[in-house]
């Protein structure tokens, strides 16, 4: 619900606004970094929404992050914490006033910074809201230079699909942007493409608050369909001579400047002052703390036992369990996106049994992948299933923000590796963990069957923090044990345990994931020739445990299989523990080299040995080597 605006609210946002044009040219010369002209523009937008919304239930999303200094002042000066805090620590080590809007600073619900996300996280807020009932209004103030961006299109066309209603744009339109004008840069009738995407499309003076608020209202309380709000603003609003001038887009004003813009400005406090505050060390530094979001408790369900009988793919296992997790927790609400690949992902039975939880997104995965961490912060499950290339590859920028922004996604990926065959090269995910070790807290599971790909899915779906599951396309076998048994038959899933399928003396063969079939037939065949190997299968490549490493490294050669590149992938990892850890290793790496080429994947798994023949004639040749 939105407030009404008095004449004497007015007067009041016309002070502050005021004096926070004072504070973001003060911080950013102080800081003698950041970006005062767009925030200079966005001010009086954002002072009139912090004080017409209810800051406990609607949500502000700042898409054009690098305005930071005026949102931090913005809510300061709504009451949320001191202005002298983001002055002193704008842009310090140690300050969680950063240099773009992060989560750690109080009314900042999601942190950006690569231009073109916001729209998607607002998406990720709506559907969150709807699927738990609960009534919001989102608001997302832009740049206009982001708009050149294809996320926003592809949010867009989501918005109106699914009648998000909810969700209103505010555009800082100041037609300036780094190159100089907007127009010059890249030509845009954001008019046009709002309308042509189902919006309603409303001008306004951004720094005039009746003309933003009578805008901000009709959009509030019409729902029949979301609405744009093109506000017409001034770069370096506020100071004369910065006024129009896109060279302070990202440029703080220097010491001769600063003393000329002074007497236009509303300062509270001496320049000394300040200057001498920046110099005090600041209070703490970030503490660790725990994820603020929060996470439902889930019933993981029974845990399903495929005999080994059995033949099937692990992505039918992960849908399978998917569904029955959801089934088990009725009081939980889950939303699932899909990027057009329902069928082969195997989420198609959760959107036939929950269909106002599955959400078809089309061919989006930028917008799918940002909409879905923002969508596992709001208290819902949020699973985003799609291809490994697309999943991981694709979409690396937004699952980067989504751990920055320490969400809780359950990523659903398949088709990974080599084993996709004939779709070739561009759709061989070979180097996903190459690029997810990066991401600080993502927990990746790399199933090793069937059984264990359902006992993960069960882990991941009601455990908190951001998870992987990758798995192939083709069907795997079921794993026994020497005994003929199920091998996970009565057993629990504990991320970073590794499984010794069989037991060896000469050597180590680890194998990375659904690669364990193939290392299992490999030990049969060198157990002809009298070779002892011991096979340990892999599903969590980023925390196995040094023990293992060193206790294969006290066997003999190490070998590693693995349907990803050997220089990023579990051979890499396992010498980079060996490694910190000072531990000796004969490591021999059995992977991909390079891309592979298109066709069956037997035959491209031959290209690189990468099958029982191969492997058992290249560990066999190695330990004949050593004697």
């Given at each position: 619900?939105?407030?009404?605006?008095?004449?004497?609210?007015?007067r009041?946002?016309?002070?502050?606004?005021r004096?926070?044009?004072?504070?973001?040219?003060?911080m950013?010369?102080?800081?003698?970094?950041?970006?005062?002209?767009?925030?200079?523009?966005?001010?009086?937008?954002?002072?009139?929404?912090?004080?017409?919304?209810?800051?406990?239930?609607?949500?502000?999303?700042?898409?054009?992050g690098?305005?930071?200094?005026?949102?931090?002042?913005?809510?300061?000066?709504?009451?949320l914490?001191?202005?002298?805090d983001?002055i002193?620590?704008?842009?310090r080590?140690?300050?969680?006033?950063?240099?773009?809007?992060?989560i750690?600073?109080?009314g900042?619900?999601?942190?950006?910074?690569?231009?073109?996300q916001?729209?998607?996280?607002?998406?990720?807020?709506?559907?969150?809201a709807?699927?738990?009932?609960?009534?919001?209004?989102?608001?997302?103030i832009?740049?206009?230079?982001?708009?050149?961006?294809?996320?926003?299109?592809?949010?867009?066309?989501?918005?109106?699909?699914?009648?998000l209603?909810?969700?209103?744009v505010?555009?800082?339109?100041?037609?300036?942007?780094?190159?100089?004008?907007?127009?010059?840069?890249?030509?845009?009738?954001f008019?046009?493409?709002y309308?042509?995407?189902?919006?309603?499309?409303?001008e306004?003076?951004?720094?005039?608050?009746?003309?933003?608020?009578?805008?901000?209202?009709?959009?509030a309380?019409?729902?029949?369909?979301?609405?744009?709000?093109?506000?017409?603003?001034?770069?370096?609003?506020g100071?004369?001579?910065?006024?129009?001038?896109?060279?302070?887009?990202?440029?703080?004003?220097?010491k001769?400047?600063?003393?000329?813009?002074l007497?236009?400005?509303?300062?509270?406090?001496?320049?000394?002052?300040?200057?001498?505050?920046r110099?005090?060390?600041?209070?703490?530094?970030?503490?660790?703390r725990?994820?603020?979001w929060?996470?439902?408790?889930?019933?993981p369900?029974?845990?399903?036992l495929y005999?080994?009988?059995?033949?099937?793919?692990?992505?039918?296992?992960?849908?399978?369990?998917?569904l029955?997790?959801?089934?088990?927790?009725?009081?939980?609400?889950?939303?699932?996106?899909?990027?057009?690949?329902?069928?082969?992902?195997?989420?198609?039975a959760?959107?036939?049994?929950?269909p106002?939880?599955?959400?078809?997104?089309?061919?989006?995965?930028?917008?799918?992948a940002?909409?879905?961490?923002?969508?596992?912060?709001?208290?819902?499950?949020?699973?985003f299933a799609?291809?490994?290339?697309?999943?991981?590859?694709?979409t690396?920028?937004?699952?980067?923000?989504n751990a920055?922004n320490?969400?809780?996604?359950?990523l659903?990926?398949t088709?990974?590796?080599?084993d996709?065959?004939?779709d070739g090269?561009?759709?061989?995910?070979?180097?996903?963990?190459?690029?997810?070790?990066?991401?600080?807290?993502?927990?990746?599971?790399?199933p090793?069957?069937p059984?264990?790909?359902d006992?993960?899915?069960?882990?991941?779906?009601?455990?908190?923090?951001n998870?992987m599951?990758?798995?192939?396309?083709?069907?795997?076998?079921?794993?026994?044990?020497?005994?003929?048994?199920?091998f996970?038959?009565?057993?629990?899933?504990?991320?970073?345990?590794?499984?010794?399928?069989?037991?060896?003396?000469?050597?180590?063969?680890?194998?990375?994931?659904a690669?364990?079939?193939?290392?299992?037939?490999?030990?049969?065949?060198?157990?002809?020739?009298g070779?002892?190997?011991?096979?340990?299968?892999?599903?969590c490549?980023?925390?196995?445990?040094?023990r293992?490493?060193?206790?294969?490294?006290?066997?003999?050669?190490?070998?590693?299989?693995?349907?990803?590149?050997?220089?990023?992938g579990?051979?890499a990892?396992?010498?980079?523990?060996?490694?910190?850890?000072a531990?000796?290793?004969?490591?021999?790496?059995?992977?991909?080299?390079g891309?592979?080429p298109?066709?069956?994947?037997?035959?491209?798994?031959?290209?690189?040995?990468?099958?029982?023949?191969?492997l058992a004639?290249?560990?066999?040749l190695?330990?004949?080597?050593?004697?």
């Open positions: 619900m939105i407030k009404d605006l008095t004449p004497e609210m007015i009041e946002l016309t002070v502050k606004a004096k926070s044009r004072a504070d973001i040219v003060a950013t010369h102080l800081a003698a970094s950041g970006h005062p002209g767009g925030s200079m523009s966005s001010i009086d937008i954002f002072t009139l929404l912090y004080h017409i919304i209810s800051m406990d239930t609607d949500k502000v999303v700042i898409s054009h690098h305005t930071s200094p005026a949102v931090y002042s913005a809510l300061a000066r709504k009451g914490f001191p202005p002298l983001a002193k620590g704008f842009r080590v140690g300050s969680i006033f950063e240099g773009h809007v992060e750690t600073v109080p900042v619900p999601w942190g950006t910074g690569n231009l073109g916001g729209l998607s996280v607002a998406c990720g807020y709506a559907v969150a709807r699927v738990k009932g609960r009534p919001m209004d989102c608001f997302v832009t740049g206009d230079g982001e708009q050149q961006k294809g996320q926003i299109s592809e949010a867009r066309r989501f918005i109106t699909k699914y009648g209603n909810n969700i209103t505010i555009i800082d339109n100041n037609d300036l942007q780094i190159s100089g004008s907007r127009t010059d840069v890249m030509p845009q009738n008019r046009a493409e309308e042509a995407a189902g919006f309603r499309v409303l306004a003076d951004g720094h005039d608050f009746a003309s933003s608020y009578n805008a901000i209202r009709q959009a309380d019409d729902r029949e369909a979301p609405y744009v709000i093109i506000a017409r603003t001034v770069m370096g609003k100071v004369s001579f910065m006024e129009n001038k896109a060279d302070f887009h990202g440029r703080p004003l220097n001769t400047e600063m003393e000329q813009a007497p236009e400005l509303d300062l509270d406090w001496p320049m000394a002052e300040l200057e001498s505050l110099k005090e060390p600041i209070d703490e530094a970030i503490p660790n725990d994820v603020p929060p996470f439902p408790q889930v019933n369900g029974v845990n399903r005999e080994k009988t059995v033949f099937t793919d692990n992505r039918s296992a992960l849908g399978r369990a998917l029955e997790v959801a089934q088990a927790t009725p009081g939980v609400p889950f939303t699932v996106f899909d990027c057009d690949l329902a069928g082969s992902v195997k989420t198609d959760f959107a036939k049994a929950f106002q939880n599955f959400f078809q997104a089309g061919i989006s995965e930028h917008h799918t940002a909409m879905a961490g923002a969508a596992s912060t709001q208290g819902v499950v949020s699973v799609d291809f490994g290339i697309f999943g991981v590859d694709e690396y920028n937004q699952q980067r923000l920055i320490e969400s809780h996604l359950k659903f990926c088709h990974l590796g080599i996709v065959g004939e090269k561009t759709h061989q995910c070979i180097d996903y963990l190459g690029l997810l070790r990066n991401l600080q807290g993502l927990k990746v599971v790399i090793v069957d059984n264990e790909t006992l993960a899915a069960r882990w991941a779906l009601s455990s908190p923090g998870c599951i990758g798995v192939g396309r083709s069907k795997t076998p079921i794993l026994t044990d020497l005994d003929g048994k199920e996970f038959a009565g057993k629990d899933f504990v991320y970073g345990r590794a499984h010794h399928l069989r037991p060896g003396t000469q050597a180590t063969l680890f194998s990375l994931g690669m364990s079939a193939a290392a299992v037939k490999t030990w049969g065949l060198l157990k002809e020739e070779v002892s190997v011991e096979v340990v299968g892999v599903s490549p980023f925390a196995l445990d040094v293992e490493i060193r206790e294969a490294s006290a066997r003999g050669p190490v070998f590693v299989i693995e349907d990803h590149l050997t220089i990023s579990l051979a990892q396992i010498a980079f523990t060996a490694a910190t850890a531990v000796a290793l004969d490591l021999v790496p059995m992977g991909v080299r891309f592979p298109s066709g069956p994947s037997l035959s491209c798994f031959q290209c690189f040995d990468l099958h029982p023949e191969g004639s290249v560990i066999s190695k330990l004949k080597e050593m004697l």
